[in-house]
């Protein structure tokens, strides 16, 4: 884990200097007061990973007039390394009454982010309002659904219950769905209640051209784009500096940088990256259009699916409690759970695809994949989101938490992000999504955090003995 450099920094900035390669600061409000800091529009801000949570961030703050936004990011956007960079993902939040403050935050996020795929033009093009099968396989998994989605609670005629393999296929056409589906149970929730499914890739790509033309710039690359540490004086966190060596000052840094946030800054085990699997599988012509505007089939034990209609492929994920990666910090000696990025899964994990896959289109199930990664996370101890100002360090902001379920969010995470900035996030979301390291307090890091599939644990990666790869047609 990298540490800070509050003594580093003015050594770093002159050696910088003397190389050439430093930037001089643009002015930077050291003297404003905090409030005025907070919503001056020229102020310089840093956000620090250009993935889900930070171009939506970036796109907010070009909409609110922000005039001095640098976003930071090792790879072109859409990274390589972000969680969001893949062809499609769910939409789908359960059915959340506003009873708890959980069941409040969830309502008001999902209902934000649906009214930005339905709305806004940068997200609208890539929504597919096509409804969501929620099942689990064993009865312990359906009351895992219960719990989620609430089909008692839902209005009438918008929950479908499914008990059978026939119950099942008749929401696809013919010869979509061919398996026997043992044990399966769950419920259909129709198109229209804000589930169903949209294209990844594409609206970073759209979020990314929206907060360019907003005069966001954007500083991409190994050496310039890559933060390693963050930079400190007189108490506070006054930028950045990248592998290149250079430091960049600013008002605001803001950090997004998924699951690898937990490397530049000391979480107290609040951030816990974890990773899951995905693959791809080939469709023949002729299959394509059974496909075409399906509902999402996710079993909560077993995993999920989605059609890539461009490449004729599906994408398949399988449902676990994720892989950790425990490494030992050559400088502190503590362990931490550091991301990999691999363009192969572990053999158990494609073993698992492929079951999930016989259990509900055997058709595909020996198909060579096409496709398959890694794609890394970052679990909080209780799932909620992790953003607002650190409490010490005031110009420092953090975006990240993800715990596996932001991507549906990007048209909207940004806003409540740029509120927590300027002081005005909802008192509920405040509260729920802070620094509150007193929740990771000896945390359990073998908890399953509510998540169902495979052996019911997190696994690390060392357990893994055989990898995929030669098995991947294409990476
Ligand atoms: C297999 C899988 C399936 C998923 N399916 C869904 C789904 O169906 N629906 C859903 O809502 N969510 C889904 N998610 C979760 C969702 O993808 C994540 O919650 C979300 O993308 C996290 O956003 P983020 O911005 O925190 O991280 P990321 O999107 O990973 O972004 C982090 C960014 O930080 C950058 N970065 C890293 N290190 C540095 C550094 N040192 N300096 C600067 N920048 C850096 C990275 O390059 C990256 O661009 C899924 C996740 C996985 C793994």
Same mark, same amino acid.
């Given at each position: 884990?990298?540490?800070?450099?509050?003594?580093?920094?003015?050594?770093?900035?002159?050696?910088?200097?003397?190389?050439?390669?430093?930037?001089?600061?643009?002015?930077?409000?050291?003297?404003?007061?905090?409030?005025?800091?907070?919503?001056?529009?020229?102020?310089?801000?840093?956000?620090?990973?250009?993935?889900?949570?930070?171009?939506?961030?970036?796109?907010?703050?070009?909409?609110?007039?922000?005039?001095?936004?640098?976003?930071?990011?090792?790879?072109?956007?859409?990274?390589?390394?972000?969680?969001?960079?893949?062809?499609?993902?769910?939409?789908?939040?359960?059915?959340?009454?506003?009873?708890?403050?959980?069941?409040?935050?969830?309502?008001?996020?999902?209902?934000?982010?649906? !009214?930005?795929?339905?709305?806004?033009?940068?997200?609208?093009?890539?929504?597919?309002?096509?409804?969501?099968?929620?099942?689990?396989?064993?009865?312990?998994?359906?009351?895992?659904?219960?719990?989620?989605?609430?089909?008692?609670?839902?209005?009438?005629?918008?929950?479908?219950?499914?008990?059978?393999?026939?119950?099942?296929?008749?929401?696809?056409?013919?010869?979509?769905?061919?398996?026997?589906?043992?044990?399966?149970?769950?419920?259909?929730?129709?198109?229209?209640?804000?589930?169903?499914?949209? !294209?990844?890739?594409?609206?970073?790509?759209?979020?990314?051209?929206?907060?360019?033309?907003?005069?966001?710039?954007?500083?991409?690359?190994?050496?310039?784009?890559?933060?390693?540490?963050?930079?400190?004086?007189?108490?506070?966190?006054?930028?950045?500096?990248?592998?290149?060596?250079?430091?960049?000052?600013?008002?605001?840094?803001?950090?997004?940088?998924?699951?690898?946030?937990?490397?530049?800054?000391?979480?107290?085990?609040?951030?816990?990256?974890?990773?899951?699997?995905?693959?791809?599988?080939?469709?023949?012509?002729?299959?394509?259009?059974?496909?075409?505007?399906?509902?999402?089939?996710?079993?909560?034990?077993?995993?999920?699916?989605?059609?890539?209609?461009?490449?004729?492929?599906?994408?398949?994920?399988?449902?676990?409690?994720?892989?950790?990666?425990?490494?030992?910090?050559?400088?502190?000696?503590?362990?931490?759970?550091?991301?990999?990025?691999?363009?192969?899964?572990?053999?158990?994990?494609?073993?698992?695809?492929?079951?999930?896959?016989?259990?509900?289109?055997?058709?595909?199930?020996?198909?060579?994949?096409?496709?398959?990664?890694?794609?890394?996370?970052?679990?909080?101890?209780?799932?909620?989101?992790?953003?607002?100002?650190?409490?010490?360090?005031?110009?420092?902001?953090?975006?990240?938490?993800?715990?596996?379920?932001?991507?549906?969010?990007?048209?909207?995470?940004?806003?409540?992000?740029?509120?927590?900035?300027?002081?005005?996030?909802?008192?509920?979301?405040?509260?729920?999504?802070?620094?509150?390291?007193?929740?990771?307090?000896?945390?359990?890091?073998?908890?399953?955090?509510?998540?169902?599939?495979?052996?019911?644990?997190?696994?690390?990666?060392?357990?893994?003995?055989?990898?995929?790869?030669?098995?991947?047609?294409?990476?």
């Amino acid at each position: 884990m990298v540490g800070p450099c509050h003594t580093n920094c003015a050594r770093l900035v002159l050696s910088a200097y003397l190389r050439g390669s430093f930037e001089a600061p643009r002015p930077y409000s050291r003297f404003r007061s905090e409030a005025m800091a907070a919503t001056a529009k020229d102020q310089t801000i840093l956000v620090v990973g250009g993935g889900t949570f930070g171009l939506s961030t970036a796109l907010q703050l070009g909409r609110r007039g922000y005039t001095n936004v640098t976003v930071l990011d090792p790879h072109s956007i859409p990274s390589a390394l972000s969680a969001g960079n893949d062809v499609n993902k769910t939409v789908d939040g359960g059915n959340l009454t506003s009873n708890t403050d959980e069941g409040y935050i969830g309502s008001k996020l999902l209902a934000a982010s649906v !009214e930005g795929w339905r709305e806004d033009p940068v997200f609208k093009p890539f929504y597919h309002e096509t409804g969501f099968i929620c099942a689990a396989s064993s009865p312990e998994g359906e009351e895992n659904v219960v719990r989620r989605q609430a089909p008692d609670q839902a209005a009438p005629g918008s929950m479908i219950r499914l008990q059978t393999a026939e119950d099942f296929m008749a929401l696809m056409p013919k010869g979509a769905l061919t398996g026997d589906f043992p044990g399966w149970r769950g419920w259909y929730k129709k198109g229209s209640n804000g589930s169903g499914w949209v !294209e990844a890739r594409k609206a970073m790509q759209s979020a990314f051209h929206e907060a360019k033309k907003l005069n966001v710039r954007f500083l991409t690359g190994r050496e310039d784009g890559d933060v390693v540490e963050l930079c400190y004086e007189d108490g506070d966190v006054t930028g950045v500096r990248t592998r290149s060596g250079r430091v960049l000052k600013a008002d605001c840094v803001i950090l997004a940088a998924g699951a690898r946030s937990s490397e530049i800054f000391d979480f107290q085990q609040q951030l816990l990256p974890k990773c899951w699997t995905l693959a791809h599988i080939k469709l023949e012509p002729h299959e394509i259009e059974l496909y075409r505007d399906i509902p999402v089939m996710s079993n909560i034990e077993r995993g999920f699916f989605i059609p890539d209609l461009e490449t004729g492929e599906l994408k398949i994920c399988n449902e676990f409690p994720g892989y950790t990666n425990f490494v030992e910090d050559a400088k502190t000696g503590k362990k931490a759970s550091v991301a990999v990025h691999r363009h192969d899964i572990p053999v158990e994990a494609e073993d698992r695809l492929r079951s999930y896959l016989r259990d509900c289109m055997p058709h595909l199930a020996e198909r060579p994949f096409t496709f398959a990664r890694v794609c890394w996370c970052t679990d909080t101890p209780d799932r909620a989101f992790l953003i607002g100002r650190h409490p010490t360090y005031k110009r420092l902001l953090f975006a990240t938490g993800d715990s596996g379920r932001g991507f549906m969010h990007i048209p909207a995470i940004g806003k409540f992000i740029v509120d927590a900035m300027e002081g005005s996030l909802d008192p509920v979301m405040a509260k729920a999504w802070k620094w509150r390291p007193e929740t990771a307090v000896d945390r359990d890091l073998g908890d399953r955090q509510g998540r169902m599939g495979g052996l019911r644990r997190p696994q690390d990666l060392s357990e893994v003995n055989a990898w995929s790869k030669e098995r991947v047609v294409k990476a």
